[in-house]
Structure formats: C-alpha cells, structure tokens
C-alpha cells in the first residue's frame, strides 16, 4: 500500500510539474501565435487581442481606444441580436474601423465609473499585457466617454465607497490629496499583475472556460436569454418618424437634481487628467454620450426617470439639463487642451427617423444608434478633435 501511495504521489507530482512548465514556460510563447478568439477565454485583462475591430491580434501603433462604461463595451440590443457573440461586430468600434480604415480597441467594462473606466481598466489592460510578453503600444488617441445617463451616479458611488471611508470629504479638493488617492489606487488595481486568484493560469483559464462554455453549457442547455422587449408606458412620449410614440416610462436623463453632482463631476475631469499624465503620447478626447432620454424629441407635458420614477419632470428640464451638463464637460476638455465630442447632434437627427435604444435593452443604443453615434464621433475626429494635422 505504501509503495502504491508513493507511486501515485510520484504520478501526480510529475504531472503537475509538467503542467506548470507548460502554464508558465511553453504557454507564454505561445501567446503571439493564438487565434483571436482564444482570447475570449482568457481573464479580462487579456481579452483585448480577441476584439475584432482591429486587423490583427495587436493593434498598429496610432491606434484609437475606447475608455468608459458599457458604451464603450458596446452593450445593447445590437450585440444580443448577435447571441452575445464577442467575436462578431456590435458597435461604435466596429463602424469607426470601416470608416476610418484604422484599428480600433475598447478599454470599456460595463458598470464603471470614470475612476474604473477611464483609469484602472486601460492601464491594467496594457501593463497586463505586457507584462505577459505581448508588445502592445500605447494609443494614438484614445477617446473618454462621458454618458450623461450615470456617470455622474457612479461617480459618486465610487467616492462612498472607496474615497469617503479613508477621507473627510472636504479634501477632496484639497491640492494634491484626489491625485495621491488615484496613485494608491492605481497600484493596487493597474499594476498589471493578476486581480483574481487564478488569473495567471492562462492555459487553465482557456481549458477550463472554453470546456464551461462549449461543452458543458451545451450539454445543459444554458444559454443566455435576452431581456424581453420593454413595453411602452404611459408618461414619456417622442416624436419619431413623424408620429407620437410612448417610450417605456423608466428611462435614463441627464442628472436633475442630482445630490453631490459637483463632487462627481470633479472625479470625472480628475480622471480624464490623470490618464492624459500616464499616456504623455496619446491624443485624449472627451466624447459626450447622451442619455436615452434627451435623444428624442419629447412630447409630453411630463417626463419620469430611471432614478426617481416617481417624480415629474418636464421635456424643457431634461433638456435644459443636458443643455448644462454638456457645456460643463466641454469648457473642461477645452480649457485643458483636450479634445471635445458632442454626439448629440448627429444622434438626434436620427432619433427623429427611429428608434435608437430597445426593444430589449433601453440603456443602451442599438444599431441604428450606434451607427448615429459613430457618425457623430467620425464627424468630430474630421474637425480636428484628435489634434491638428493628427489622423482622423
């Protein structure tokens, strides 16, 4: 018995030797010569190689990134009519690579904040990779979204959480104390090297998840099911196409009221400088997203929320806070040098033709709205927002 437990440790010591020279020495080779969609597999911080929206596994130097939220992930009714598939075409990416003829990558996760979106994932992403051999370089021009819709709630739900616990609120503006914060923060979350426990088992992680997601979801029929269609409500009303249409009654605007508004906007432009500091040689641009609900063309005495569904606002406040909200963001690119975007226009002439969000998924555009904001992006790059004489 003895002699059959020495055998079997000798056996299953051998074998995790061997797998270890193959996670960590053969494997890592291997990495340039991957097909993108092996990719899919792997952690998030490595997941960019597999995005199709550029020519090749890494994209050419002078390449356009995106940095933000879901938008940038490109989140919507597009990307579930194609099943979820990541290695189709879905978004705002996609249609810039075809008409600019340029690489384009998404930094975007969604659910951040600016802190998440605009700092922590694009570092974490490009030291992650480098770090594991793959020559990445630094953007040409990285586009920051601004969604009117919540970012400035995640702003401030990221100062709850992370910043308030450690600090009185008072030295949020205190010279020098945001920016240390965001150091800290940078270090412990954008250093490039693992997050999660068992990030670093690249071939685990590849064996393991396409096994989960080809075999074993297939064998139990787990599939991911789309939202249903949002029904039509009752209060908030558009005029698309040359007729009244009802929207679903609980949708995104532009902060009304929004308490501790200032505070958010603050951690917004402090990220935008901050990611402009850490990439000297990237173009920074500032592109406004607009909510769902200053998209259209409102025609209701009355409008109600996603936030506050139970209080009435009228069309001429959703506009007169997107109206302000925007100029804030664009006197704050423009007076530190950086590029400015505003989509709005080129969506709204769409959303007078057509619906541009739903009919599963009413926080995010679908296709045709996409294809507006792409336009407007385009349209900005040709007017010089990633700088004089830069590649639009």
């Not at 000297?280 to 997203?289: A, G, I, N, S």
């Not at 025609?299 to 506050?308: E, F, H, I, N, Q």
Request: proline share 8%; hydrophobic share 40%.
């Amino acid at each position: 018995m003895r002699k059959k437990l020495l055998n079997l440790l000798l056996a299953l010591t051998s074998v995790g030797l061997l797998c270890a020279l193959v996670e960590f020495l053969f494997f890592p080779l291997l990495l340039p010569f991957l097909c993108p969609t092996a990719y899919h597999s792997f952690p998030r911080d490595m997941r960019l190689p597999g995005q199709t929206s550029k020519a090749g596994l890494l994209p050419r130097p002078g390449y356009l990134a995106l940095a933000g939220d879901s938008y940038a992930q490109g989140k919507g009714d597009w990307f579930i009519d194609l099943g979820y598939d990541r290695a189709s075409r879905f978004q705002a990416a996609h249609l810039l690579q075809d008409a600019l003829g340029r690489d384009v990558v998404s930094f975007g996760r969604g659910g951040a904040g600016s802190v998440d979106g605009l700092i922590l994932e694009p570092l974490q992403e490009l030291r992650a990779m480098r770090r594991r051999g793959l020559k990445i370089p630094d953007p040409g021009c990285m586009l920051l979204y601004f969604y009117e819709g919540n970012d400035l709630q995640n702003n401030g739900g990221f100062l709850r959480r992370h910043f308030d616990p450690f600090h009185p609120r008072e030295d949020l503006r205190r010279p020098g104390v945001f920016r240390a914060f965001l150091d800290d923060m940078t270090t412990r979350f954008a250093s490039g090297a693992a997050i999660e426990p068992g990030d670093d088992l690249l071939l685990g992680n590849l064996v393991l998840r396409f096994l989960r997601d080809h075999v074993w979801y297939r064998l139990t029929r787990h599939v991911v099911d789309p939202d249903p269609p949002m029904q039509p409500g009752i209060v908030n009303a558009a005029v698309v196409g040359g007729r009244a249409v009802f929207l679903p009654d609980r949708l995104q605007a532009p902060p009304l009221d929004e308490p501790g508004a200032d505070d958010s906007l603050f951690v917004f432009e402090q990220s935008v400088l901050y990611i402009r500091d850490a990439l000297p040689k990237t173009r920074c641009v500032v592109v406004y997203v607009p909510s769902p609900l200053a998209c259209y063309a409102l025609s209701a005495a009355r409008v109600r929320t996603y936030d506050r569904p139970d209080v009435d606002h009228t069309p001429a406040q959703v506009a007169a806070g997107s109206d302000q909200l925007v100029a804030q963001v664009r006197a704050f690119a423009e007076g530190n040098g950086l590029g400015f975007i505003d989509t709005r226009p080129e969506v709204r002439i769409a959303a007078a033709r057509e619906l541009l969000h739903g009919p599963r998924d009413w926080d995010h555009f679908n296709k045709a709205g996409y294809e507006a904001f792409a336009r407007g992006v385009e349209n900005g790059l040709a007017r010089g927002a990633c700088g004089p004489g830069a590649q639009p």
